[in-house]
């Protein structure tokens, strides 16, 4: 199985601030990398897929890069409403579909 | 409005079975392979079955091959999951989930439901 690690497990940031989450794959995965965002006690919501694509209706601050084993996701001017828990998962190597472990970003 | 409107959860005891449902609207059905991801209390997602669009393959993790068994009706646009012999590690919320793209199985995870709680007594 493909293992996903992201960096860092939590992070903090202020309004405003630019912000990049790291995602590592334990093999090449191409570009079969997608991003969500979690909000507490919500279902997870898709912001970007094929490491670079921006979902419809997903704000374009949000941005992926990457292939291979490494990617990133960038939030250029974190909103009020980003903070939030963010996860990777694969979906190049399946079954099964791994997810990284998550990044929570809190309020600085 | 495409939507996925999970039912089924419910506190059971070790060893007990339960069913959940996944009603899907505003979109072809068959067209799309659907997915259950858990997500245990405090913890991060799991993917946990999988079942491509016209119901011809079946995946699994580890985990639940041999307990799980994932099923679609056509005919009232719903999603399955049969779970077995459950255990207190299965004890999640539990997630459908709509593939983006028509055709792919175990692609990007684009519509999700609300999610559905199992607790597993021990």
């Known amino acids: 199985d493909i293992q996903m690690t992201q960096s860092p497990s939590s992070l903090s940031a202020s309004v405003g601030d630019r912000v990049t989450i790291t995602c590592r794959a334990s093999?090449?995965?191409?570009?079969?990398l997608n991003w969500y965002q979690q909000k507490p006690g919500k279902a997870p919501k898709l912001l970007i897929y094929?490491?670079?694509s921006l979902q419809s209706g997903v704000p374009s601050r949000f941005s992926g890069s990457g292939s291979g084993t490494d990617f990133t996701l960038t939030i250029s001017s974190l909103q009020p409403e980003d903070f939030a828990t963010y996860y990777c998962?694969?979906?190049?190597?399946?079954?099964?579909?791994?997810f990284g472990q998550g990044t929570r970003l809190q309020i600085k | 409005e495409v939507q996925l409107l999970e039912s089924g959860g419910a506190l059971v005891q070790r060893g007990g079975s339960l069913r959940l449902s996944c009603e899907a609207s505003?979109?072809?059905?068959?067209?799309?392979?659907m997915s259950w991801v858990r997500q245990a209390p405090g913890k991060g997602l799991e993917w946990v079955s999988a079942?491509?669009?016209?119901?011809?393959?079946?995946f699994y993790v580890d985990s639940v091959k041999g307990r799980f068994t994932i099923s679609r009706d056509y005919s009232k646009n719903t999603l399955y999951l049969q779970m077995n012999s459950l255990r207190a590690e299965d004890t999640a919320v539990y997630y459908c989930?709509?593939?983006?793209?028509?055709?792919?199985?175990?692609?990007?995870?684009?519509?999700w439901g609300q999610g559905t709680m199992v607790t597993v007594s021990s």
């Open positions: 079942i491509s669009g016209r119901g011809y393959s079946t």
């Open positions: 093999q090449s995965i191409s570009s079969y």
């Open positions: 998962q694969q979906s190049y190597s399946t079954p099964p579909i791994t």
């Open positions: 094929a490491a670079s």
């Open positions: 505003g979109f072809t059905f068959s067209s799309f392979a």
């Open positions: 989930a709509k593939d983006l793209r028509m055709g792919a199985t175990l692609d990007a995870f684009e519509i």
